[in-house]
């Protein structure tokens, strides 16, 4: 197996990125074991092991706003899980609005997914998030590499394959090929992600009826909600319902969703920027 990369090596971060959410404390690689963060900085959750799919397993603990070592000294860690750190380590990097390391991350994570034996699955959700990154080529490559492996008689595969389809599509300005895409990806196989996909197409379509109702109907989904690394969109997506709801001049529907934002992101470090935006719009309708 290969070594892990060297920035997993007492590696800390700060865990803004994913506010009011969880985020793993040890990852599991074999018998190495990360130290236990501190007694004041995290409050256990019931159930303390739980799977991080679709690549590693984690002790998940809430954050409050430390530093905190998220993966020590990986010695023989496997492809999937250096995959997934990789991809982890590029959402922490899309919190902080580093645009530039998130695609490092992305592309590191790409550049493993040939050694990944569940590559259709993985594949699909890599590629979503180079294609949500403006990083349209890595999830060309991706998509390049998944479709001829995709079971066609598998819901599941070819879902997340017509799903990455609509993400390539919406990069590239197909937005009406991408909503269809995206339907297509909730009739096969719907999930978290397709679902936030399709609202999220509404919007950057400028269909805000169709996306206001969208994002609303997938808050009232619980059973669809992303209980891994994507979460994050979820949540920042509270802010953009918000504002549709405010471009259709109800505020008091927008004044609710920021506060359930807010309330979520209670203790996100102060400086992370949604945050920022979901306070100072709610402050405007003090």
């Not at 990789?86 to 790409?110: N, P």
């Amino acid at each position: 197996m290969p070594a892990a990369p060297a920035e997993f090596e007492n590696l800390a971060v700060n865990v803004a990125l994913a506010p009011g959410a969880k985020l793993p404390s040890v990852v599991p690689a074999g018998n190495v074991s990360a130290p236990s963060p501190p007694n004041e900085a995290f409050s256990r959750v019931s159930s303390p092991i739980a799977t991080f799919p679709p690549f590693v397993n984690v002790t998940f603990t809430t954050y409050v706003s430390v530093p905190v070592v998220i993966a020590v000294g990986f010695v023989a860690a496997g492809p999937t899980l250096i995959t997934g750190m990789h991809l982890l380590l590029a959402i922490v990097a899309e919190g902080r609005g580093d645009a530039a390391e998130q695609r490092r991350q992305l592309d590191a994570a790409v550049a493993g997914l040939p050694d990944i034996q569940e590559k259709v699955v993985y594949g699909a959700i890599l590629g979503d998030a180079c294609a949500r990154a403006g990083s349209v080529d890595q999830a060309q490559k991706t998509l390049l590499m998944i479709a001829p492996l995709a079971d066609p008689h598998s819901s599941e595969q070819v879902g997340y394959v017509d799903l990455l389809k609509g993400d390539i599509a919406l990069a590239t300005g197909q937005r009406d090929t991408a909503i269809e895409l995206f339907k297509q990806a909730i009739k096969e196989n719907s999930t978290g992600i397709s679902v936030e996909a399709l609202a999220h197409a509404y919007q950057q379509s400028g269909d805000i009826d169709a996306a206001t109702d969208a994002y609303a109907s997938m808050f009232r989904s619980p059973d669809l909600s992303l209980s891994w690394e994507p979460q994050q969109r979820w949540v920042e997506a509270r802010y953009t319902l918000a504002t549709d709801y405010a471009a259709r001049g109800d505020q008091q529907k927008e004044r609710e969703t920021l506060e359930t934002l807010l309330n979520l992101w209670k203790d996100a470090d102060p400086d992370l920027p949604p945050l920022k935006k979901a306070k100072s719009e709610y402050a405007k309708l003090q």
